[in-house]
T-cell receptor, first 112, second 108 residues
Framework: DTGVSQDPRHKITKRGQNVTFRCDPISEHNRLYWYRQTLGQGPEFLTYFQNEAQLEKSRLLSDRFSAERPKGSFSTLEIQRTEQGDSAMYLC??????????FGPGTRLLVL | GIQVEQSPPDLILQEGANSTLRCNFSDSVNNLQWFHQNPWGQLINLFYIPSGTKQNGRLSATTVATERYSLLYISSSQTTDSGVYFCAAPSGTYKYIFGTGTRLKVLA
């Protein structure tokens, strides 16, 4: 059990650029979540995968955000045409069945 | 959707003191999770506690599902307990809602 990993850990980009983040869940976990966290707030749900199927997506997620989990293993989160308001910590979590979620270290995004 | 509120928002303790953190949720839930976010931002799961009481070392948690609240007890606090404590409850089939957290600072 190597834990949930995320890459990159930090990303600085200019407004209008596209960015992609990767999450590798714990190997036997079939459920994967993406969250966004801004300063002073709790994590905010973005999307949920069960195996390769994206079963729920937050209404707060604009069309500039897309997530995939092509083979039911790792997942990617892409943000197109980044805006300064996208600056946040992006967190990935995974779990097996009804157990608790295990979080990765997060990717901290700064949009200039 | 479900509302999750935590209290107090901020807490400062002297090392060795005990504390109780509270999480209220607006609807019935079938599970409730507690997390600790350390100063480096890593979220560490503490308890998965749909109901009843669990203990892990100096920490314990109790969820009273019928009254829609959960409590996290920290005994003999240490400086390493500092950080933000979050509770999270499910909303709908897949989504989780986190509270705004309790920011704890333990002074040496």
């Amino acid at each position: 059990d190597t834990g949930v990993s995320q890459d990159p850990r930090h990303k600085i980009t200019k407004r209008g650029q596209n960015v992609t983040f990767r999450c590798d869940p714990i190997s036997e976990h079939n459920r994967l979540y993406w969250y966004r966290q801004t300063l002073g707030q709790g994590p905010e749900f973005l999307t949920y995968f069960q195996n390769e199927a994206q079963l729920e997506k937050s209404r707060l997620l604009s069309d500039r955000f897309s997530a995939e989990r092509p083979k039911g293993s790792f997942s990617t989160l892409e943000i197109q045409r980044t805006e300064q308001g996208d600056s946040a910590m992006y967190l990935c979590a995974s779990k097996r069945g009804e157990e608790t979620q295990y979080f990765g270290p997060g990717t901290r995004l700064l949009v200039l | 959707g479900i509302q999750v509120e935590q209290s107090p928002p901020d807490l400062i303790l002297q090392e060795g003191a005990n504390s109780t953190l509270r999480c209220n949720f607006s609807d019935s839930v079938n599970n409730l999770q507690w997390f600790h976010q350390n100063p480096w931002g890593q979220l560490i799961n503490l308890f998965y506690i749909p109901s009843g009481t669990k203990q892990n070392g100096r920490l314990s948690a109790t969820t009273v599902a019928t009254e829609r609240y959960s409590l996290l007890y920290i005994s003999s606090s240490q400086t390493t307990d500092s950080g933000v404590y979050f509770c999270a409850a499910p909303s709908g089939t897949y989504k989780y809602i986190f509270g705004t957290g309790t920011r704890l600072k333990v002074l040496a």
